[in-house]
């Protein structure tokens, strides 16, 4: 079974870093390329960065070109996002994902705000 754990996240003033961290099991981490995705409360799926399988062609959203930079380390299984020059709104849930982070960016540009569903008696 596929887990992830996304970890280092927290609270940062504008201008700030922080390093998150991605740890992935169950799955053969060196064979994946791996993307970074964020979702602010009330928005649709963000795309971030990603980097290939190797750590190699990293890539990344205009958004956060030249504040953000991703790595990997295949021995640790561990995918890394090192944020700095941190703004308001960068303020979002990171997720990370095994997907093709090129892929990843087209698919989010079509990703919808989604609509709330609740299940309650």
């Known amino acids: 079974q596929v887990q992830l754990v996304e970890s280092g996240g927290g609270s940062a003033q504008p201008g700030g870093s922080l390093r998150l961290s991605c740890t992935a099991s169950?799955?053969?981490?060196?064979?994946?390329?791996m993307t970074w995705v964020r979702q602010a409360p009330g928005k649709g799926l963000d795309f971030v960065s990603g980097?290939?399988?190797?750590?190699?062609?990293?890539v990344y959203s205009d958004s956060v070109k030249g504040r953000f930079t991703v790595s990997r380390d295949n021995r640790k299984n561990t995918m890394y996002l090192q944020m700095d020059r941190l703004r308001s709104e960068d303020t979002a849930s990171y997720h990370c994902?095994?997907?093709?982070?090129?892929?990843?960016?087209?698919?989010?540009?079509?990703w919808g705000r989604g609509t709330q569903v609740t299940v309650s008696s």
């Open positions: 994902v095994p997907v093709p982070p090129r892929l990843l960016q087209q698919l989010t540009r079509y």
């Open positions: 169950g799955v053969t981490f060196s064979s994946h390329p």
């Open positions: 980097v290939d399988a190797n750590g190699n062609d990293p």
